[in-house]
Structure formats: C-alpha cells, structure tokens
C-alpha cells in the first residue's frame, strides 16, 4: 500500500459562517480555483489556490422538503459552472461570475461532469440508461449508451461519472460489486478490480480523472476494516497500485483531481463536525 500525504486540511462551516454543511461534489476550473457545491445549505463555495474564500451562489435547495438535493458540479475552465438538481431533473447553468444563464430541463437526470468543450449528463429514461451530450447553448449534440445500473433504487448522489480530454467518459454506480466502465461513441468497455478485499466489502464512493497524469482514481471505503483507499488505474483500464487516504476522523465520500497528482476529498457527511476538504499529494 503506498502513501499520500496532507497538503491543507481546511473547514467549510468555520470558512463560510454556517452551522454544518453536507457536501455534495467538487470541480477545479483552469486557474486552480476549487468550487464545492452544499446541498443542504444550497450554496457554491469557492476557494482559490492562495485559500481565498468566497461564496459564488446562493440557491434555493430544491428537493423535498424530507430530503435535501445532492448538488453535482461540473466546472468549465472559464470558470462557469453547471449544477445538476436530480430531484427536480433540471441543470442549473452558471456563468464565470456566478450569474444564473437559464435551467436545462433533463428527464431521469442522475449526475453530470464536464468534457471537452461540452457537458456530459447521465439520465434514465424509460428504464435504460444513457448519456447525453449538450454543447455550450445546452443543445442535446449527441447521446450514448450506458451500462445498466444494479438497481433503479440507487440514489443519484452515489453515482459517479468523469472524462478525460479525448471525451472517454467513466462512470461507476458506487455499490458493489467493483465495477467502473469506460463509455465512447464505440461502446462501453468494463473494468473490474477484485484485489485483496472482496467484493462485497468494497463501495466505490468516487472516481476522479487527474488529466495531466493521465489515470484515473477511484476513492473506495471498505466496509470490514472501516479504511479508505484510492486506486489508481491507467486510462485503458491497467491497475496501477492502492495508496492509503491519510488518517482522518471525516468520512470521504467525493474526489476532485487538482491537477499534479494531487486531490481534494470532501467530507459528505452531516452533522456539526462535517464539511471538511482535505487536499492530498501523491508520493512519488
């Protein structure tokens, strides 16, 4: 098992003055600034490389009142932004200054991240699974096929999906067994890892794309030994090593690659001692 090692280790409650937060997903856009998204708070923080701090957005949480909506994020380099609210099946589109451009209706919307020049929307729609391709106007360009998920139960925040520069798009549905699949125009292609912990001890709480290093990282929590652990894989899929989370109190449940083999990891939890970033480094 190898290593990573703590870069800052920073508090959205003490940052932005609210009493707790549930953290739902992050995105870094070309300059290196962070946006995480809060759900139950239903705001946008940002936080530059120099630890300044800002809220970009205040929204509305739009779930249910018996259930707060899981927010994911896709960040543009321009810093734009989309927020997918899976309960009310809508995207909601930001510009660099955080100004609301307009809601981008998508039925059985699940999660979104950002490709090359466009954005990547997983939904369900009449019992099959597919991804949709919208250009910069929000216009459907294109959709894909995806692989079916486990159960039509599972819920949106669980489900994980990024790209890589070519516009390969990677998508796990966080529940064992240990499966991450690899989409394109040509199909899907399955990865499956059974290393030394079974696949029923193991969910898949996050996948991330670091770019520059060209891999993929999947963040898992073991169930039996109560650890966390990235795997890293190449982008054909090639297992390339475990690296131990550094020790924490908090529980992970998302991943945002930062570029130089390093990553954030939000605390997803809830509750007064929630709402943690941990920025990590990989070891070399």
């Known amino acids: 098992m190898n290593d990573m090692r703590t870069v800052c280790r920073l508090s959205i409650p003490m940052l932005f ?8 997903d992050a995105g870094v856009d070309g ?12 705001r946008v923080y940002k936080i530059t490389p120099d630890n300044q701090f800002d809220v970009v957005e205040t929204i509305q949480s739009t779930g249910p009142e018996e259930r707060e909506s899981s927010l994911s994020i896709a960040v543009a380099p321009d810093s734009s932004f989309c927020l997918s609210d899976a309960w009310r099946d809508i ?21 979104i991240c950002r490709g090359p ?22 216009f459907l360009a294109e959709t894909l096929p995806a692989p079916a998920r486990y159960t039509s139960r599972l819920a949106p925040g669980i489900v994980s999906m990024d790209s890589d520069p070519d516009g390969n798009v990677y998508l796990c549905y966080g529940m064992p067994p240990y499966r991450i699949w690899k989409v394109n125009s040509d199909g899907c292609q399955m990865w499956s890892q059974d290393m030394d912990y079974p696949d029923d001890a193991v969910l898949i709480a996050d996948i991330a794309i670091d770019r520059e290093a060209g ?3 999947a963040l898992l929590a073991c ?9 890293a ?15 924490s109190e908090a529980l992970y449940g998302a991943i945002c690659s930062a570029g130089n083999s390093e990553f954030y990891l939000l605390d997803t939890g809830a509750g007064p001692t929630s709402g943690e970033v941990l920025r990590i480094l990989k070891d070399n």
């Open 17 to 24: 003055d609210v009493p707790d937060a549930s953290l739902d």
């Open 31 to 42: 300059a290196g600034n962070l946006f995480v998204s809060d759900g139950s708070n239903g």
């Open 91 to 111: 995207v909601v589109r930001y510009g660099p200054r955080g100004e609301y451009l307009g809601e981008l209706p998508i039925e059985g919307l699940l999660t």
């Open 117 to 138: 020049e466009c954005l990547y929307a997983l939904c369900c729609v009449d019992g099959e699974e597919r991804i949709g391709i919208y250009d910069e106007f929000g």
């Open 215 to 217: 891999a993929l990282w």
């Open 223 to 231: 169930k039996k030994s109560g650890r966390q652990v990235l795997d």
């Open 233 to 247: 894989f190449s982008l054909e899929g090639e297992f390339l090593g475990s690296y131990a989370v550094p020790h």
